[in-house]
């Protein structure tokens, strides 16, 4: 098999303000992301052979794309993974350009979530054998946390001051972010003294619930080259789909996720990555809980197992400070989490940061970046690992 | 572009029994699937470096094929598109092995109806902006058997009889099918006189609720031959998804759907097929409804426009007597329509017909084979067509 290095390109994104969006539906906001990629990219409608629709709840078909689009009889596909569905609609995208099966394609993400209450889609999924977890979010990844602190012999007040200060650090960003929906520094006291949402995580470590939508066009190099557009290439796509129940098993350690390193393996073999703290620039990750965040810092390779915390404790992945910014545009810490849209509204990150656009955030160096996924449940995620880089 | 001729091969198929399979859940029905296909391919689970999962409302993501097949930590990506659903899955997965990513993929596809009532998924779906339609599905396509026969010009009990022979051909196709929901052979007289579910269209024009899974696994053609197993060609793949929504528009003319004429057309022109009619051998195509099927005959190109009538009554599409046998295993008509496996269920019949393993089915030339879908609602439909043939 070989991978799919270098051989897609992405010519044009758009992200919408992501947020309370009582003003708008799920259609509008593909709409409002669509146009900004279309204008980025310098194309139309008509330009697009094929789109890829990611979203959990919002949409069961790729029909409505094609109605917020008015793209007639083209190939839309729907794809829904989890918390990696938007990513997994752009791998999907990027398979049937590097196929040579379409020219121009268009990746899209969207989810409303304020509108179906505060849970986002916890309550609405249709009737399956996949009975909802007993143990909601919050919930399991405390059991992480508490493991963590447990296994590394942390004591309680020193970790939730880690933990504070991976969220310090996401709110600082994120205060810079336009389209962000959370807008606001905070304090490390504050995030100390907010309310307990599932112990030992309080409301300060938890993701937002928001709306947004965010998408990506995409081509092969040699066509962006000849149309002369700016872009970034596609490095590396790896995801990894686990198959048990962990919260049923006994031995399952909550200090690693498997999947994450599975789909970063991959990702990290296509795109030639060996060493990632060193090669990588920056990563936008899947901080749906602090601790989420802290544990990706092992298993993506950024720290060695049980030293994440030294390493934010020096400011390591803080933007300015550190040498590798983790979520430098706040991450779903302070742009919620629409399921949908999550892992192209980091793709929208990484490709601003890479072409030099990303205003009051703009990361001195940024060659290679990379985002990340994580969704499901303990045992049974789906994570996702993309890389890109600058053309040479 | 280039289109998928010859780039992908099918090596092994399995389909479960469908009908009311009260005793076994969506899991056991991908398990009993893709087991069979395993053995079909020679090969093993370890073997399966990606795959796709097809369903409707049975699951979410691509988690439970994780689970109930025991692959751990490989890409699943989960696909819905309405009636197309596993079609797009096996679609997205020969671009992934076209483009080289992987050498072995797994598609497969799953519903459980019988569970969530007689309707089936429709009133199961999250809450969203997709309004669930006034006019159901029996209902839509009614409204395209009056506007057809009006449109032709012709009589109700002749518009009746041309149906009930689409009935009559599937029903005895499907008789001989050990796997198939509804074994039994029915004459024009039942249907004419079967109870009225949306007029003109009575219980014998339309399909059934069931409960199925079918599945294929893909390699590359070259990998196929230096396993030495028996496969098929993929030939064509088009898929169609339109953005109006037809029942609102006064001048929708329900006696043509345009997403099936894009499929095909797309199909077709990565096939090298320029006359349908003398060039395929074998269809399988959606009859949800009997006027369905009617109208596939022309939107494919089998028979002109208006005359497909004429194709029916010389028996042109039936098995044994005609140039072009259509749905040889029983269609929707006998399968039902599990939604998510029935694009896989239609593939695994042209795969054994041209592997010449079809048995009391089996029809004497076939080299050229297709399938065909159309799910969603009139103007909005997700149309898809594959086309498939034999080494040479």
Aim: hydrophobic share 40%; proline share 6%; with cysteine.
């Amino acid at each position: 098999m070989e991978g799919i290095k270098d051989r897609v390109a992405i010519i044009g994104m758009g992200c919408t303000k992501f947020g309370e969006r009582w003003d708008v539906d799920g259609l509008d906001l593909l709409v409002e992301a669509c146009y900004e990629a279309y204008e980025d990219a310098g194309i139309g409608p008509n330009d697009i052979q094929a789109a890829w629709l990611g979203t959990v709840g919002s949409f069961s078909t790729g029909q409505p794309l094609a109605q917020a689009l008015k793209l007639n009889y083209i190939p839309i596909t729907r794809v829904e993974n989890a918390c990696a569905t938007a990513t997994d609609a752009f791998r999907n995208a990027c398979y049937a350009v590097a196929a040579g099966i379409y020219d121009i394609a268009l990746a899209a993400g969207v989810e409303k979530l304020k509108d179906s209450g505060f849970t986002g889609l916890a309550l609405a999924r249709p009737p399956s054998t996949e009975v909802e977890p007993a143990v909601p979010p919050p919930a399991q990844f405390a059991f992480a946390a508490t493991r963590y602190f447990h296994h590394y012999g942390i004591p309680y007040e020193e970790g939730k001051r880690i933990l504070a200060q991976i969220a310090v650090k996401n709110h600082h960003n994120g205060a810079l972010h336009p389209k962000a929906h959370l807008r606001r520094e905070i304090t490390v006291e504050q995030a100390l003294k907010a309310p307990m949402i599932a112990w030992p995580l309080g409301l300060f470590d938890c993701c937002g619930v928001s709306d947004g939508a965010a998408a990506a066009i995409i081509t092969r190099p040699d066509i962006a080259r000849s149309m002369g557009r700016d872009h970034i290439l596609v490095k590396g796509l790896g995801v990894a789909v686990g198959g048990m129940q962990g919260l049923l098993l006994d031995d399952y350690d909550f200090v690693h996720f498997p999947e994450n390193l599975a789909a970063a393996q991959r990702a990290y073999e296509e795109s030639g990555i060996r060493n990632p703290r060193q090669e990588i620039d920056l990563a936008e990750v899947h901080d749906c809980f602090t601790i989420t965040e802290l544990i990706i810092y092992e298993d993506l390779g950024f720290s060695p197992r049980g030293k994440a915390r030294e390493d934010v404790e020096a400011g390591s992945f803080t933007v300015g400070e550190g040498d590798l910014p983790v979520n430098p545009d706040g991450g779903l810490k302070c742009f919620g989490h629409p399921i949908g849209a999550s892992g192209l509204r980091m793709i929208y990150e990484v490709y601003n940061q890479l072409l030099g656009r990303a205003g009051p955030r703009q990361l001195k160096k940024a060659d290679i970046g990379i985002t990340h996924n994580l969704g499901g449940r303990p045992g049974s995620f789906t994570a996702s690992v993309a890389v890109f880089g600058r053309p040479s």
